[in-house]
């Protein structure tokens, strides 16, 4: 489960989406607006996924240095 705070806008799309009978729900409305951004947006998430990657390779390389 995930909480988060949504502006009137984009809390009014969703509505819509539900009345509509898009999506049955709230929660399954904002479920599927978030994965069609994360795949509009691919690209950048992948750059994420690279830094992200780095960030641990390097902390893990400086907590092996502290104890060495």
Request: glycine letters at 4%; proline letters at 3%.
């Amino acid at each position: 489960m995930l909480t988060c705070r949504i502006d009137d806008r984009d809390l009014a799309v969703i509505d819509a989406l539900v009345e509509a009978g898009i999506r049955p729900t709230r929660s399954a409305a904002a479920a599927w607006l978030i994965h069609a951004g994360i795949g509009a947006n691919q690209p950048l998430v992948d750059k994420v996924y690279a830094a992200l990657t780095e960030i641990r390779r390097l902390r893990d390389e400086v907590q092996r240095a502290d104890y060495a």
